[in-house]
């Protein structure tokens, strides 16, 4: 019986494994290699060096400044995500004319191409007739008016937000997916018990998401580690590198500086820091239904 | 009861009649009706204003997509994006759609997308299935292998991959896309099925097993269709990236006939010249096909609790 | 109820199955495999704009006629090509012939014995009779051999728009630093902001710096500091700056140039919000597309002379063709290379892209006066360079536009931008 379970766990794991180590696996330790070495790409020979790139990031100021970056942005943008998004999905729950096509309206984020979007939030954070400034300055805030994506000290929240934006429709998504399996006689039980919408949100329905928060959080905590796409768009990490995230550093290093062995350097060090903290979210998740079961 | 009429089968995996396209009035209707106040319609009031809000702000962008697209260069360079006033124009559309690889490119990302979200759904669910339910030995590790592909950026693994596909001659085609979607997406799908694998109550499976069936019976006829919110919703999200992406196509094609068409739209900026009108226009045609697949997907998966869930 | 699932779960099986095959076993036909067969020849270039796409389809039509090949016309999108070019090199299967930016990029791949040599075919093909020296020296020479066939240029020049400058009594263009300086001084009286600048995407900053420092040290200390051999430290890299810092304590700049790209500077510019932009020619073609008319909605004058009796280079950035070293049919490279350095297909690109012709015999009659002018001073000019990124090697652009960028943020801090751009200077030029 035991056996019997192990023997089709093989099975269902074969082809998967397949797949996933001929585009995944295989190259990402071909570039793991290349952090030992000094190939720059373009050239033919790859020198190997060792752990040099390795010592050499720990003096690099930039690598640090995209590694707080990094951090900060992470800690944002999960957070902001998960809630927008829960609330997001809860509140459209509720709709109940047209409810399609208003729900495809808030997925519209994801659906777009991103190098279009990315153009329309540049325009929303224009200095002189973008939208954002000419709204504060109809509403009488006009000091609050920023050069948003060029003034140092704002650009890194303005792209943030831009970020939060598309991931709170992928946060949505999921929880309207993990809202289908609430079940309602439970909330409907609940409320015949004379429990109100917060006690019934509280006990009932979040609890019932558990499997979707864990998606949500693990999936907005790894795409913010590696967040790239949209950052790219906007600043390519700019004004001078003030808003670079780790991924950026490691493709401007692969890409523009040709310093490929470096580059996957830091891509490994990426790869293990998402690797420890997806790790510990996993332990702590596990603990917590073990807790709960 | 009208609203219990949408209620989604829970994980027991109970039939219910789901007619969830159908309007309902929500409050004031059904037996419930007598025990809803002012208050409750007040607050619903409320809170549908507020998402009313929210939602224009939060769709602004999409608004400036779609703005632009009917907007020509000279009237954006003259008047800026956000005048409402100005000339609009369906031309960027006409041009988008005239330009003669338009369909072409629209083919190619179907058939790059179609497999690839196929592939990496159902290697996805099988992983998600093996370390959910049947739990061999290290299953947290089987977990952790399979979704730290997400970890790796993908930039870092475009030479390497050029090279295998380079060596066997599949450079140039639609199967390199097909192939490294599939296969990178199966950490996502891994990552998602095995959490909602989790919340199915073991009992389900132990029953098929007395009831004689063999495990991919009980996966495909117990387990899947029990998943199926979650199915639908990540195979939405499987297609939403497998389509919107450009950095695959642009390296491991060359060739104008296996081009897709988010690699058309990065075409139409030039070095030195700006297409907002024609590229918004071409973003929003090449969205249609998702907006497709999430409005024919979401009645799977949301089915939509009702209106009483989380308001009153 | 097992049954009926399983029956609904195997039709769904079954679709996936088609859903998987059907694209594949297409997919499979479409693929013809590589170009060796000695009629294809491979292009891939970074014309990929509706502009580029006009021009190539003329002139890929033309080449086909000429060569009798099959012409694989491959067009990417520019920031997209830097990319995909790298990643081909890398991986073993570049195109046969393929569009680089002359200079330290170019200089680059050609130490990577990337790009075959070009001079039995300059010679074959007698280049030299069409092509002028000043921009083959510059453009085609790495290491003594040539290697890039120059296809079009642009020349960077101070555009602006003629009404508002005869608003504020500027009817004669300036010829020198202080005469810039004092029509400066009355457009800011007349309430116009002398200079539009877009540099988010940090590139068109850097012009200032190129001619300021061109104009004040001169075309050959340039040449040493972009090669590593002079410091950013330099009392001459020092002036250029602390002159452009001026322009910007003088309020001469729009607020936050980072914070909008170079086309907004222009339509300030024709907006007459602004007097004077410095860019390349390109930027007429994005007037001629918003129908901005030549010479009366804007003109162009070149970088006034700023210390007397340094040679007046001409800048600007050449794009040209390199012939790859893994080509495998030379031959059939060579017909297309010829075929793109005629007067036919130099006519066509520079026409459709508002760029200027590398071939002498190319006929640009039909473009405006402006165009012309541009034309005429290249040709009058001592010599001609390349812009900062195209100018100094990738290692060293990269920090360097940043710093640029930095400055135009703050210019007060010019010191520590300059410190430490020596030291990314002092990394990029020790590797190699």
């Known amino acids: 019986m035991s056996t019997r379970r192990i023997g089709w766990a093989t099975v269902f794991l074969a082809v998967p494994l397949i797949a996933y ?21 373009v050239g033919g020979t790859a020198t190997f060096i060792g752990l040099k790139h390795y010592r050499d990031m720990a003096g690099d100021e930039h690598f640090w400044l995209a590694l707080k970056n990094t951090a900060i942005w992470t800690a944002v943008a999960v957070v902001v995500p998960t809630v927008v998004g829960l609330a997001l999905a809860l509140g459209l729950a509720q709709v109940q004319r047209m409810q399609r096509l208003i729900k495809s309206l808030f997925f519209l984020p994801l659906a777009l191409s991103l190098v279009v979007v990315g153009q329309v939030w540049f325009w929303i954070f224009r200095p002189e007739d973008g939208l954002l400034n000419l709204v504060l300055g109809h509403v009488g805030l006009g000091s609050w008016q920023h050069s948003w994506l060029s003034d140092p000290s704002v650009a890194f929240w303005s792209v943030l937000v831009a970020w939060c934006w598309q991931q709170v429709a992928l946060a949505m998504v999921v929880f309207l997916a993990g809202l289908t399996g609430v079940q309602q006689e439970l909330v409907e039980a609940c409320k015949v018990d004379g429990a109100n919408a917060r006690q019934r949100l509280w006990h009932v329905i979040i609890p019932a998401l558990r499997p979707a928060f864990a998606v949500v959080v693990s999936l907005s905590m790894i795409n913010a580690l590696k967040s790239f796409d949209i950052v790219y768009v906007m600043t390519e990490g700019g004004p001078f590198r003030k808003t670079e995230t780790l991924a950026l550093l490691v493709y401007r290093t692969a890409f523009k500086t040709y310093d490929f062995g470096y580059a996957s350097a830091v891509s490994v060090v990426l790869f293990l820091i998402t690797l420890v903290t997806i790790g510990l979210f996993f332990a702590w998740t596990n603990r917590e239904d073990h807790q709960n079961a | ?40 319609r007040s607050g619903r009031a409320f809170a549908i204003v507020l998402l009313l809000i929210f939602g224009i702000g939060f769709l602004t962008p999409v608004i400036g997509v779609v703005l632009t697209s009917f907007k020509s260069n000279p009237e954006i360079a003259a008047h800026g994006l956000w005048t409402p006033s100005g000339d609009l124009t369906t031309d960027n559309y006409l041009k988008a759609w005239s330009d003669g690889n338009a369909r072409t490119y629209l083919l190619n990302s179907f058939l790059v997308t179609v497999p690839a979200t196929v592939i990496s759904v159902v290697l996805g669910s099988l992983v998600g299935y093996v370390v959910a339910k049947l739990r061999p030995k290290g299953s947290g590790l089987i977990t952790l292998f399979f979704v730290a592909g997400l970890f790796v950026p993908p930039q870092i693994l475009l030479i390497p991959l050029f090279k295998l596909f380079n060596v066997n001659g599949l450079y140039d085609t639609l199967w390199p896309m097909i192939i490294v979607h599939g296969g990178y997406g199966i950490s996502l799908c891994t990552l998602v099925m095995r959490n909602f694998f989790r919340s199915v109550p073991d009992e389900l499976r132990e029953a098929g097993l007395i009831d004689g069936a063999g495990e991919p019976r009980i996966l495909a006829s117990v387990i899947l269709p029990v998943a199926r919110p979650a199915l639908a919703a990540l195979a939405t999200l499987q297609f939403t990236f497998i389509w919107n992406d450009f950095l695959y196509p642009l390296v491991f094609t060359r060739s104008d006939e296996v081009r897709t068409v988010m690699v058309g739209i990065l075409s139409l900026q030039g070095q030195f010249s700006v297409a907002y009108g024609t590229q918004a226009a071409m973003a929003v045609l090449a969205s249609l096909p998702t907006m497709a697949v999430f409005i024919a997907f979401q009645k799977h998966f949301i089915a939509g609790i009702t209106s009483g869930a989380v308001k009153g | 109820m097992i049954h009926e699932s399983t029956r609904r779960w195997s039709r769904v099986a079954g679709f996936a199955a088609l859903a998987v095959f059907a694209p594949l076993a297409l997919a499979g036909c479409g693929s013809g495999g590589g170009g060796a067969d000695g009629k294809t020849v491979s292009m891939a270039h970074y014309f990929s704009d509706a502009l580029g796409a006009k021009a190539f389809k003329s002139i890929t039509t033309l080449c086909t006629q000429q060569t009798g090949r099959t012409i694989k016309n491959s067009p990417i999108q520019h920031e997209a090509f830097k990319d995909s070019i790298l990643v081909q090199l890398a991986g073993g299967n570049p195109p046969d012939v393929y569009s680089y930016w002359a200079g330290a990029k170019t200089q680059y791949l050609v130490d990577q014995k990337r790009m075959a040599p070009l001079d039995d075919f300059w010679a074959k093909n007698d280049l030299d009779k069409s092509i002028p020296q000043s921009l083959s020296k510059a453009s085609a020479e790495y290491n003594g051999q040539k290697y890039l066939l120059p296809f079009d240029y642009h020349y960077v020049g101070v555009f602006y728009n003629p009404k508002v400058m005869a608003k504020a009594g500027v009817t004669t263009m300036p010829k020198t630093w202080d005469e810039l300086m004092a029509a400066a001084a009355k457009l800011k009286a007349a309430g116009i902001t002398p200079f539009a600048l877009g540099s988010k995407n940090q590139w068109p900053a850097q012009f200032w710096f190129d001619y300021l420092l061109l104009r004040t040290a001169g075309p050959d200390y340039r040449q040493k500091l972009m090669a590593g051999q002079a410091k950013y430290t330099d009392p001459q890299v020092k002036t250029a700056f602390s002159m452009w810092k001026e322009l910007f304590d003088k309020g001469y700049f729009n607020k936050s140039p980072n914070g909008i790209d170079w086309p907004d500077a222009a339509d300030m510019v024709s907006k007459g919000q602004a007097a004077m932009t410095l860019n390349g020619t390109w930027v007429t073609g994005y007037w001629d597309d918003n ?34 070293t893994a080509a495998p049919n030379k031959a059939a490279a060579d017909d297309l290379l010829k075929c793109l350095s005629g007067p036919e297909a130099q006519r066509d690109m520079a026409l459709a892209q508002g760029a200027l012709a590398p071939n002498k015999n190319a006929d640009l009659t039909s473009q405006n006066e402006v165009m012309h002018k541009a034309a005429k001073e290249v040709q009058t000019a001592s010599t001609f360079v390349f812009n900062y990124d195209l100018a100094t090697p990738p290692e060293m652009s990269e920090p ?33």
Do not use: C
Request: net charge negative; aromatic share 8%; no cysteine.
């Open chain 3, 291 to 324: 129908k901005v008319p030549a010479v009366q909605g804007y003109d162009m004058f070149p970088f006034p002379e700023v210390t007397p009796g340094v040679p007046q280079a001409a800048l600007g950035p050449v794009d040209g063709w390199a012939l790859s």
């Open chain 3, 400 to 432: 360097g536009l940043n710093m640029i960028q930095k400055f135009v943020d703050d210019p007060s801090k010019l010191d520590g931008d300059l410190q430490e751009a020596q030291s990314a200077a002092d990394g990029a030029f020790k590797k190699n």
């Open chain 1, 21 to 41: 180590v001929a585009a995944v696996v295989g190259p990402g330790l071909y570039s793991f290699y290349y952090s030992l070495t000094d190939w720059n790409a």
């Open chain 2, 1 to 40: 009861m009208p609203e219990t009429a949408v209620l989604t089968r829970g994980p027991a995996g109970e039939e219910s009649s789901a007619d969830e396209g159908r309007h309902h009035d929500g409050a004031g209707r059904g037996g419930r009706a007598g025990r809803r106040g002012r208050g409750e």
